[in-house]
């Protein structure tokens, strides 16, 4: 219904408009505890900007010590996929609150993880600190006091930077190899049937994102209406509850024809219409993954690779797949909780439960592996990259911590359009906190 | 008015039914925080009951490393006295939630245990798991692929067992020689005047209960409406908050010829209108318990026998009682805490405050000595007992734990029912993890 | 609205009642979390109270262990100012609630510290415990029995030495060179506006009250709109965060003159109708503080003198002031946390954080100083004084503590009422657990 009412008002301002005028809107994305995490339960942002010249978002986070990138990244890489195109932020903080007061250099360092997820620009909520209502403590550019203060100074050297990359920057895109799977249907469901108190399906997509995040492994977010499985080599499916038999035979498929799927808990337990299957679980994908279950169970004090396994488990019968992991249990050691199967010429893994981000990271280091997927660095280090217009890459590095961090430059000689210094393959590239390069590869 | 209306209700049914047809209802028990939890505060199950063929319960408990049998072990004292007449467990649980899957073997020792009260049979919620709305994850008998897995197989092998325990426990029956006194009134009251934030009125019963199941001590649950109590040897009030004069005066009787009386705080306070009584309290019961009282306090650093003293102290002025414990605390240390005194042929105890399982262990220890009842085994070992319509005894002995246990037969030469054992009196039992034998005593 | 309505009913009263007859009225503080605690913020005490003949207050706190005199001496500190009189505590607790049953003495040093404060005399809620409905357990005088017992006793005790202290007390009065300023306005605005979830506008004021009144440094609470401020000698504004120009130019005025001036943070944020001032923050303050701040900042691990700033950091940039503490942290450790600075004749300090109350205090000795007022005895030793009507000085001094407590005699020649010991000055006057002495000096 969102959707079609966004797609009614396109069209009455499409009649009205100039053709150098644009149509967007600005998506947000689901709000909890206090930022932007995960999906949007009130709308499918897939559905939503199809009437849309391009799409737009608006991404608060963590700030000052818990400052990640992460749901910078997220935003990202949830939005460019929804046209295949580049996107604008909206809004994101500049001062906002006081636990968003930004250190200095982050504001900078934001900026250009912006950009790094393919953002043609940003704008800040707001411009001057309001001085009545309810947001008069969302802080903007400006304090109360509307003079220049160290915020505006700040922002002031991000356009002065933005100026220095646009002509680099106009154009560029990113692909990626990777799909992470998301679903409002099985968002709706795990709040219905909840896999634990205080664990929503965002928390399983955000475990899985973050874990990707972590490796540097770039991916799309896309919703599971709009994946092509073909278009990815490592496809994702965190607490994909709610799937269609068209996208389990089409999961079947993309694996049998040598892609590599990683699944989590309470994938494929119901239909579209969240009618759990009458089948052995998971439905119609046991051979793909070699195992089933029939039973869940608290997992009390059982561990998995000697950590604690949370919220639920799965109690995994494998059959033909490998047992990465089984559970360390007195009752439940019998069965599997992390498994891996040849399917066809690709590879299914599934984790039982949900588990540190550790374990998560070593089955997709496997799965990269399988996929053929190189990894380097890991967080806070932070590396992405999009093709110039002129067939060029360009390698954002950042470093999303307090600490001074050295790094051998992984690529060919680059130049960063920053600072303008450049660089042999494999010579030390120095940040110092919150600092971030802008590399050209020749 | 419930009691009322499902009394219209069976007449109605009584009218239309045919001879062999019964009429039955399933009670259930305060649901709190996520289980079968003592009295039922939405209707009087005594006066409910009159109108029965025959009196149900449901029963659902904590299970894994928390399946204790107190639940069960309540629901049927408290369901088998309200006709005193076998019953019949109309719900309980098989999967259920993934917080009570059941170890293997537990399922076995739990219906082992609903025997043991007095039970005719159980029945389990429900057949299978269902595919769609709200209750899809208290699972059934199968799970939700229909086939037959673990679960079913147990409850299966159960169904054997009953086959093999039913020609010797039709028509047995559990006489026991004390009593538990509940009362609505008094669970409404302590509601209102909450003896402490986070401590109701079915804390205080489940604390004397479970403190007399550990001891392996029967008991009936009897509503104070009900309460005939030359029919027992021992009487416990936990927070009998309401008491009629008439009820008074029956325990004060009670105790004058010869019965062991057990209180505790929050007993005798007011009358059956929740009209606090305007004389010494306990009201025309000071010179039963030796002793009255003015003021409570707050325990604050309070303790009892080296213990903290919990929730609320009731600052006795012993007259002519013994002082079994004082408060330790500078300022209330001249009151006592735990009284016994003697009146008439009788001994009546008081105990002033919330305190450990062990200290009412202590006092009901010294009641069961005073009223001749015996004490051997304690729990994990539960041993309940049921009188075979052939005269013969029926023990249950149950280990509610995952420990190998071994015990010396208490009884003189007995045949576990269902392994077809014979042990001579003294010889050693041995029970696995969650075991259960069931021995006819020749 | 309150204080229109209230003068209309005194008006009605004031036509009928006779010449000897009084209008009060029993005005309650906020009740949080579970007693009497600092301003009220569904009435303007000052406002409502000029209609009446004398103001009543009503002053219930915690108790046994947690008894330390605070909300007593702020109670009567609040109500004393609002018609510069004697006031009257028309409810006070006797027994009340379990977690308030008194010590033995404590009854005693209670009713004497509200003599201290200024009141002319006390009375209980209630004379009985009740024996029905909601107030049951807020217990009297007497306890459901009716008969006497140790509290009756004792508040008959209290009587006869209120008997004794009359012929002195009548007509004594109090004058405070100290205002702590308290404002309607701002409690609301920092209830829509908080400095942080669990930190309210009382919270702050109560911190700052309380270092006063543990440092012995007696004060008038005065409504911000009832200033006036040449009264004083020390002015305190905590989260004063309306401020009118009107007040501003006040203050700013009373520092030039020669006043020494105490701030925290959020004081003079916006004008009365809690609109943010559009200039330098603090308001047209800046050059009598010598300071200014555009941004805030969540304290995160950031320390003052090496203890946690809490809730919230004004980061305040020194130009003129001392700077007496910075803010400990890698990025906030240029702003400073705590000023001092002289402007005119006088000298203003600004606390821009949450700290403890060893920070506070330690402002508040240098302020004390500064506007020459002494410091001696501190909690649990409480001195209050009051000017008799024959000009004589009348001390109490109080033990809030389980301790006995021996202190040298701070004044000239004194006799004590109640005990009826004349002690020279120096000499030691010994105070056992919870004790008072009432000392009329020659």
Same mark, same amino acid.
């Given at each position: 219904?969102?959707?079609?009412?966004?797609?009614?008002?396109?069209?009455?301002? $499409?009649?009205? &408009?100039?053709?150098?005028q644009?149509?967007?809107?600005?998506?947000?994305?689901?709000w909890?505890?206090?930022?932007?995490y995960?999906?949007?339960?009130?709308?499918?942002?897939?559905?939503?900007?199809?009437?849309?010249?391009?799409?737009?978002?608006?991404?608060?986070?963590?700030?000052?010590?818990?400052?990640?990138?992460?749901?910078?990244?997220?935003?990202?890489?949830?939005?460019?996929?929804?046209?295949?195109?580049?996107?604008?932020?909206?809004?994101?903080q500049?001062?906002?609150?006081?636990?968003?007061?930004?250190?200095?250099?982050?504001?900078?360092?934001?900026?250009?993880?912006?950009?790094?997820?393919?953002?043609? $620009?940003?704008?800040?909520?707001?411009?001057?600190?309001?001085?009545?209502?309810?947001?008069s403590y969302? &802080?903007?550019?400006?304090?109360?006091?509307?003079?220049?203060?160290?915020?505006?100074?700040?922002?002031?050297?991000? $356009?002065?930077?933005?100026? &220095?990359?646009?002509?680099?920057?106009?154009?560029?895109?990113?692909?990626?190899?990777v799909?992470?799977?998301?679903?409002n249907?099985?968002?709706?469901?795990?709040?219905?049937?909840?896999?634990?108190?205080?664990?929503?399906?965002?928390?399983?997509?955000?475990?899985a994102?973050s874990?990707?995040?972590?490796l540097?492994?770039?991916?799309?977010?896309?919703?599971?209406?709009?994946?092509?499985?073909?278009?990815?080599?490592?496809?994702?499916?965190?607490?994909?509850?709610?799937?269609?038999?068209?996208?389990?035979?089409?999961?079947r498929?993309?694996?049998?024809?040598?892609?590599?799927?990683?699944s989590?808990?309470?994938?494929?337990?119901?239909?579209?219409?969240?009618?759990?299957?009458?089948?052995?679980?998971?439905?119609?994908?046991?051979?793909?993954?070699?195992? +089933?279950?029939?039973?869940?169970?608290?997992?009390?004090?059982?561990?998995?690779a000697?950590?604690?396994?949370?919220?639920?488990?799965?109690?995994?019968?494998?059959d033909?797949?490998?047992?990465?992991?089984?559970?360390?249990?007195?009752?439940?050691?019998?069965?599997?909780?992390?498994?891996?199967?040849?399917?066809?010429?690709?590879?299914?893994?599934?984790?039982?439960?949900?588990?540190?981000?550790? +374990?998560?990271?070593?089955?997709?280091?496997?799965?990269?592996?399988?996929a053929?997927?190189?990894?380097?660095?890991?967080?806070?280090l932070?590396?992405?990259?999009?093709?110039?217009?002129?067939?060029s890459?360009?390698?954002?590095?950042?470093?999303?911590?307090?600490?001074?961090? $050295?790094?051998?430059?992984?690529?060919?000689?680059?130049?960063?359009?920053?600072?303008?210094?450049?660089?042999?393959?494999?010579?030390?590239?120095?940040?110092?906190?919150?600092?971030?390069?802008?590399? &050209?590869?020749?």
């Amino acid at each position: 219904m969102a959707a079609d009412y966004l797609r009614w008002q396109a069209g009455i301002v $499409g009649e009205l &408009k100039r053709d150098d005028q644009f149509i967007t809107q600005n998506f947000d994305f689901e709000w909890w505890p206090d930022h932007s995490y995960g999906p949007q339960s009130g709308i499918n942002h897939f559905e939503a900007a199809q009437c849309l010249t391009f799409a737009s978002c608006d991404i608060y986070h963590p700030s000052q010590d818990e400052l990640t990138g992460m749901e910078i990244a997220y935003g990202g890489d949830a939005t460019r996929p929804l046209l295949h195109a580049p996107y604008l932020v909206m809004e994101t903080q500049s001062q906002a609150f006081k636990q968003w007061t930004p250190y200095p250099g982050q504001l900078r360092l934001q900026a250009m993880a912006h950009l790094a997820s393919g953002a043609m $620009g940003i704008a800040y909520w707001n411009l001057f600190s309001l001085h009545n209502s309810a947001e008069s403590y969302w &802080k903007g550019v400006l304090s109360h006091d509307l003079e220049e203060g160290r915020i505006a100074r700040e922002i002031g050297a991000i $356009g002065a930077d933005f100026a &220095k990359l646009s002509p680099h920057l106009a154009g560029a895109t990113k692909h990626s190899r990777v799909a992470l799977v998301i679903d409002n249907h099985s968002q709706s469901a795990l709040r219905w049937f909840a896999i634990d108190p205080g664990c929503s399906y965002n928390d399983l997509v955000m475990w899985a994102y973050s874990c990707l995040y972590e490796l540097n492994v770039e991916c799309d977010v896309v919703d599971v209406e709009a994946l092509v499985p073909s278009d990815y080599d490592l496809i994702v499916t965190p607490g994909l509850y709610c799937a269609s038999q068209q996208v389990i035979d089409g999961l079947r498929a993309f694996v049998e024809k040598g892609g590599v799927l990683v699944s989590t808990l309470r994938s494929f337990v119901s239909d579209e219409n969240v009618t759990i299957w009458r089948t052995r679980a998971p439905h119609d994908l046991t051979y793909v993954f070699g195992m +089933l279950y029939q039973e869940i169970a608290k997992p009390g004090t059982t561990t998995v690779a000697g950590k604690p396994a949370q919220r639920m488990i799965e109690l995994l019968i494998a059959d033909d797949a490998e047992v990465l992991e089984r559970y360390e249990h007195r009752y439940w050691g019998e069965y599997a909780a992390l498994t891996a199967n040849s399917f066809g010429k690709g590879r299914a893994y599934y984790l039982a439960t949900v588990g540190t981000k550790d +374990l998560l990271k070593s089955v997709l280091r496997r799965a990269c592996a399988d996929a053929g997927i190189g990894l380097a660095h890991e967080w806070p280090l932070v590396v992405r990259s999009l093709r110039a217009a002129d067939g060029s890459s360009i390698h954002f590095a950042m470093n999303f911590s307090a600490d001074v961090r $050295g790094f051998a430059n992984p690529f060919g000689e680059v130049t960063d359009l920053l600072g303008g210094k450049a660089y042999e393959a494999g010579q030390t590239i120095d940040l110092h906190d919150w600092d971030v390069v802008v590399l &050209k590869e020749a």
